[in-house]
């Protein structure tokens, strides 16, 4: 099993849509979990951390579940400008290592 | 705009040449890394360094070399490339290794071996 499953891409959705991304992961040990996004050609951004209890930031809201060891991120509302590649990001190790490992991404088109 | 700098953010080498790819952070993150980027495909981390040290080499070939000569520069010495060694090359920084610490990358030196 991969460290880091992303749901297989490409998303393709109506602007003002509600998209939702899942994400597994393989180490139970991880404590650290992120989204980011990556445009094509440019480098990843941090899009969000995930939280225990998850966390929302306007239209973007991620969830974190530990015991089926699955990360989520919620779009309402899709703009344009959210098409891009996003990426779930999990520290394998936690605690001193900073192995960041990356999920294979999710490729969102939002179209007109 | 990113408060990681790399450079060149263009780079064409030739497989018997030596270059070097720089990065520079002034956040004062102790936590620096090199991935390495293929098209289509998610970054894979290369190393990690953590208050200057490194932490983590995953299995890199030996024609990388890191080196951090202070705790906000990073470079990456290239020698005797293979053209699949093609690819954007990534730093990125981190406040630390701990939880919850959120990395931020720069702009990338796509790399071109001939």
């Known amino acids: 099993r991969k460290e880091v499953e992303q749901d297989p891409g490409p998303f393709n959705v109506p602007e003002g849509a509600t998209v939702a991304f899942n994400c597994t992961y393989s180490n139970s040990a991880s404590q650290s979990f992120f989204w980011y996004r990556q445009d094509c050609r440019k480098e990843p951004k941090l899009l969000m951390s995930?939280?225990?209890s998850g966390n929302e930031d306007g239209r973007f809201t991620a969830q974190l579940n530990r015991a089926s060891q699955y990360i989520s991120l919620l779009i309402r509302d899709s703009k344009l400008s959210d098409s891009a590649t996003y990426l779930c990001?999990?520290?394998?190790?936690?605690?001193?290592?900073?192995?960041?490992?990356f999920g294979k991404g999710t490729k969102l088109s939002v179209k007109p | 705009d990113t408060e990681v700098t790399q450079t060149p953010k263009h780079l064409v080498m030739g497989m018997t040449n030596k270059k070097s790819l720089k990065c520079e952070q002034h956040m004062g993150h102790r936590a620096m890394y090199w991935y390495k980027q293929k098209a289509k495909k998610p970054p894979e981390l290369m190393f990690v360094y953590s208050y200057e040290k490194l932490s983590i080499n995953e299995s890199v070939p030996s024609r990388f070399s890191p080196e951090c000569p202070n705790s906000s520069l990073l470079n990456l010495h290239l020698h005797a490339l293979q053209p699949e060694d093609s690819a954007l090359y990534l730093c990125?920084?981190?406040?630390?290794?701990?939880?919850?610490?959120?990395?931020?990358f720069g702009q990338g030196t796509r790399l071109t071996v001939v």
């Open positions: 995930v939280y225990s």
């Open positions: 990001v999990v520290n394998s190790y936690g605690g001193s290592q900073g192995n960041l490992i």
């Open positions: 990125a920084s981190s406040q630390g290794t701990g939880y919850m610490t959120e990395a931020f």
